[in-house]
T-cell receptor, first 115, second 114 residues
């Protein structure tokens, strides 16, 4: 049973370019979460999606960041016009969405470096 | 405002002894708590969880204790093994009330010495 898959694992972008991070949840999981980890800090929640719906985007910066989880295909976190402060590890997690089952399972992360 | 705090950035324990990692929270809406282990350049791995209706949950060498009145939880690992060396994150959610996002502490780096 494959775990959460993220690609690319490493991404280098110049300031002003766009970054696209992809996440495929575990088989049978319909809920996807994105978190960001800055150096020497804990993970910070960004957005929670179900298929074709954004459920909670309270952690997303208001500008340049967007996320989607289409009916078919992986979830995408998109960062437009990247700046140096966007350099971080971005983790995707998934959960089955069952009642009383709140564990989230994480992918290996995408390490974004903005030069 | 740091709602989940792990006040010890690092902890060193001898192999075979007990490791105790601590976590405090401030938001009384939190009702579900989880511990994750993280190796460098990897994603967090789920270890163990506990809901607010319990005060203890055990899984093999790992036990989590929850003290709701003190808003404190701890993870006990016994016996500690070298492979337990990693960063441990405490996380909380108001999952039982439908708010599923996890709020993480800053992490504690555990080193197990042979």
């Amino acid at each position: 049973n494959a775990g959460v898959m993220q690609n690319p694992r490493h991404l280098v972008r110049r300031r002003g370019q766009e970054a696209r991070l992809r996440c495929s949840p575990m088989k049978g999981h319909s809920h996807v979460y994105w978190y960001r980890q800055l150096p020497e800090e804990g993970l910070k929640f960004m957005v929670y999606l179900q298929k074709e719906n954004i459920i909670d985007e309270s952690g997303m910066p208001k500008e340049r960041f967007s996320a989607e989880f289409p009916k078919e295909g992986p979830s995408i976190l998109r960062i437009q016009q990247v700046v140096r402060g966007d350099s971080a590890a971005y983790f995707c997690a998934s959960s089955p969405g069952r009642i009383l089952s709140y564990e989230q399972y994480f992918g290996p992360g995408t390490r974004l470096t903005v030069t | 405002d740091q709602q989940v705090k792990q006040n010890s950035p690092s902890l060193s324990v001898q192999e075979g002894r007990i490791s105790i990692l601590n976590c405090d929270y401030t938001n009384s809406m939190f009702d579900y708590f989880l511990w994750y282990k993280k190796y460098p350049a990897e994603g967090p791995t789920f270890l163990i969880s506990i809901s607010s209706i319990k005060d203890k949950n055990e899984d093999g060498r790992f036990t989590v204790f929850l003290n709701k009145s003190a808003k404190h939880l701890s993870l006990h690992i016994v016996p500690s093994q070298p492979g337990d060396s990693a960063v441990y994150f405490c996380a909380a959610s108001a999952g039982l009330q439908g708010a599923q996002k996890l709020v993480f502490g800053q992490g504690t780096r555990l080193t197990i010495n042979p």
